[in-house]
């Protein structure tokens, strides 16, 4: 069985400004949200995460419900948080007004965000604060993000190889971190994504990482890998210290579909073993 490690997200806003192809690929159907809101295209075998629950050797546990449209749109997810530290997270989408309410245990925030033709997020922030509350999505003619940017002197670039996300790069005024991702060389027995889902990548966001895992999911911030990978490096320098450097793996469960169930690894930067588990709406 492999192993590989997910690391939690940062907490991010982000403003994003797609680029490349602008043409809609269909996928779409705006249903009750207007005629104006597209919707990202999706693979035939493409799987909706109902639920995440993450465990970590800690003993802290965190658990996700992800809801859904009658047209199978994400509308709403609810995290809580449960251990050493208990907080919850929630948020609810609304396509034709362009809005999300995101809500941290008593405290509620209206943000806005904007959508490219191919219904992928391109800014998310909170127009009443200052511009450290936005971020920007960048992306490639294929669809893969590229950028995330929330100033000039934070920001993050990702690397995209055969369809899969190999690399991204993290920096800030007073640290950076590099990630790696590695995948199977076995050609005969490849680890296909069959259900198109993100499981693993810390990609930039204003949310928790398992909320960010759902929205990676729906296409809602570009391509996912076409490919589950199976390790993982970083390292990881804060400035004028040494820089740290950590490996570790994954290993995944499946049905008898070929569908995730489960993830298990190491958090290379909080020094924490977990084990993740995935049901599915469809």
Request: hydrophobic letters at 30%; glycine letters at 8%.
């Amino acid at each position: 069985m492999r192993t590989i490690k997910i690391i939690m997200s940062f907490a991010l806003a982000l403003a994003l400004t797609a680029c490349g192809d602008d043409e809609p690929k269909g996928g779409g159907g705006s249903g009750e949200y207007g005629s104006d809101v597209p919707f990202p295209e999706l693979g035939a075998n493409h799987k909706r995460i109902k639920g995440l629950k993450r465990e970590y050797s800690n003993g802290l546990t965190q658990t996700l419900t992800a809801t859904y449209d009658r047209l199978n749109h994400l509308t709403a997810m609810t995290m809580t948080t449960e251990g050493p530290t208990n907080t919850s997270e929630t948020i609810t989408i609304n396509y034709g007004a362009r809005t999300i309410e995101h809500k941290q245990s008593i405290r509620t925030t209206s943000l806005v965000f904007e959508l490219d033709s191919h219904g992928r997020l391109t800014h998310v922030g909170n127009p009443r604060s200052s511009s450290q509350d936005e971020v920007n999505y960048n992306y490639d003619s294929d669809g893969n993000l590229v950028l995330s940017q929330r100033s000039t002197t934070n920001f993050v670039e990702y690397s995209w190889f055969d369809h899969n996300l190999m690399r991204f790069s993290a920096k800030r005024l007073d640290w950076e971190q590099q990630v790696a991702y590695t995948y199977s060389t076995d050609t005969a027995n490849p680890l296909d994504n069959k259900g198109g889902i993100d499981l693993v990548a810390n990609i930039q966001s204003p949310f928790n990482s398992l909320v960010t895992m759902v929205l990676r999911s729906e296409g809602l911030i570009g391509n996912v890998s076409g490919q589950l990978p199976i390790g993982v490096s970083t390292k990881t320098q804060y400035t004028g210290q040494e820089p740290v450097s950590k490996s570790s793996a994954i290993s995944y469960t499946f049905d008898a579909s070929g569908f995730v169930t489960g993830v298990s690894g190491y958090d290379n930067v909080n020094d924490l073993s977990y084990k993740l588990t995935v049901t599915y709406a469809n």
